[in-house]
């Protein structure tokens, strides 16, 4: 099988925290990764900065508008049998305002929800591993 794929792709991911140190995740619909929860997030556009693409992103899938606090951890995504590479910068952010919410109900997000950081699922998307890896490090 020839892959399509001709280069990495850049993509983007906040980790989302709310006051009972709980993490927002996002039940994915479509690949890559189907059927896993995620961070919310996806991929940066031409021209986009990092943090630019971050906000967008949280505002198109949860409703929820957002401040970069830092970068967090990179991930990468290499599945050559599935044509997938990808590069995702994973910051933290805090939220400003919006009220949670699935913009993308009945396409690539089938759920939104808040989980305690040591009862998560454990179909976790790969990209969102380092982020929680990282976040225990911290604890």
Same mark, same amino acid.
């Given at each position: 099988?020839?892959?399509?794929?001709?280069?990495?792709?850049?993509?983007?991911?906040?980790?989302?925290?709310?006051?009972?140190?709980?993490?927002? =995740?996002?039940? #994915?619909?479509?690949?890559?990764? $189907?059927?896993?929860?995620?961070?919310?997030?996806? $991929?940066?556009? =031409?021209?986009?900065?990092?943090?630019?693409?971050?906000?967008?992103?949280? $505002?198109?899938?949860?409703?929820?508008?957002?401040?970069?606090?830092?970068?967090?951890?990179?991930?990468?995504?290499? #599945?050559?049998?599935?044509?997938?590479?990808?590069?995702?910068?994973?910051?933290?952010?805090?939220?400003?305002?919006?009220?949670?919410?699935?913009?993308?109900?009945?396409?690539?997000?089938?759920?939104?929800?808040?989980?305690?950081?040591?009862?998560?699922?454990?179909?976790?998307?790969?990209?969102?591993?380092?982020?929680?890896? $990282?976040?225990? =490090?911290?604890?």
């Amino acid at each position: 099988m020839e892959s399509t794929v001709k280069n990495p792709r850049l993509g983007v991911g906040a980790v989302i925290l709310n006051d009972n140190h709980e993490i927002l =995740l996002v039940l #994915r619909n479509r690949e890559p990764e $189907k059927d896993t929860w995620s961070i919310p997030g996806g $991929k940066i556009e =031409l021209y986009e900065t990092l943090e630019e693409g971050v906000v967008r992103e949280i $505002k198109e899938e949860v409703n929820l508008e957002v401040e970069v606090k830092e970068l967090l951890c990179l991930a990468q995504t290499i #599945r050559p049998e599935n044509a997938e590479h990808w590069v995702s910068a994973i910051y933290e952010v805090s939220i400003r305002g919006g009220e949670l919410r699935n913009m993308e109900e009945g396409g690539a997000i089938g759920a939104v929800q808040w989980f305690p950081l040591d009862r998560l699922p454990v179909n976790l998307a790969c990209f969102t591993v380092p982020a929680i890896e $990282k976040l225990a =490090l911290r604890e």
